[in-house]
């Protein structure tokens, strides 16, 4: 079956450091790649997506690529800020039948200090 | 004018009770889903409904039912409540088809003493 695996959390950085949360994945079929973030007490937001390989999704000064070869979607930001404290969810999907089911993983917290 | 709405948001009860979480979406899509998140902020999906109509059942016990009355609106009903059914459960929609993003309410949390 589909399923996505990400770094073990939690993640601790200072302010305006270098952030990578590693995300791998396997698919039957040609997914679709998300990341989706989820601040205190609310829902999921999604953050960025690509839908094909070699795609960058970016938003908010994240970037992530769809790397098929590795089957990976690695989450960077160049300058963490206090805001981006958070848990972090890659996810796939994959068209036709499943109707757009989103496979998580297992989520990354991730705590940005002054 | 917030998209996908969940009431309530807060849900306390006894062992064994009955209770509903009700959801809609203003946002004109033809999919919802409810997602379970574990203590350990697992997301897992329930149901998925396009068009009101049952389309992901992913092995959730016969005590989950949920409701579809139209488009927009996605319900659940829990049946005899158990202490493992302790959540938040996460409605969202899409439009119809892979690849599309989901819009997530700001979930349930459901506490059973």
């Known amino acids: 079956g589909d399923s996505v695996t990400q770094m073990e959390g939690p993640v601790t950085l200072s302010e305006e450091a270098f952030l990578t949360i590693n995300c791998t994945y396997t698919?039957?079929?040609?997914?679709?790649l998300f990341w989706y973030v989820q601040y205190p007490g609310e829902g999921l937001q999604l953050l960025l997506k690509?839908?094909?390989?070699?795609d960058k999704g970016s938003n908010k000064g994240f970037e992530a690529t769809y790397r098929k070869e590795t089957t990976s979607f690695h989450l960077e930001k160049g300058s963490v800020q206090v805001s981006d404290s958070a848990v972090y969810f890659c996810a796939l999907t994959i068209g036709g039948t499943s109707y757009g089911k989103l496979t998580f993983g297992q989520g990354t917290i991730l705590t940005v200090h002054p | 004018d917030t998209a996908v709405s969940q009431t309530p948001k807060y849900l306390v009860t006894q062992m064994g009770n009955d209770k509903s979480i009700k959801c809609e979406q203003n946002l004109g899509h033809d999919t919802m889903y409810w997602y379970k998140q574990d203590s350990k902020k697992f997301l897992k999906i329930m149901f998925s409904y396009n068009n009101k109509e049952l389309i992901i059942n992913e092995t959730v016990p016969n005590r989950f039912s949920p409701k579809s009355p139209d488009k927009a609106h996605l319900n659940l009903h829990i049946n005899s409540l158990e202490l493992g059914d302790s959540a938040v459960y996460f409605c969202a929609s899409s439009k119809e088809g892979g690849g599309q993003p989901q819009h997530f309410g700001d979930g349930t949390r459901l506490s059973i003493l």
């Open positions: 698919a039957t079929g040609y997914p679709s």
């Open positions: 690509a839908t094909k390989a070699d």
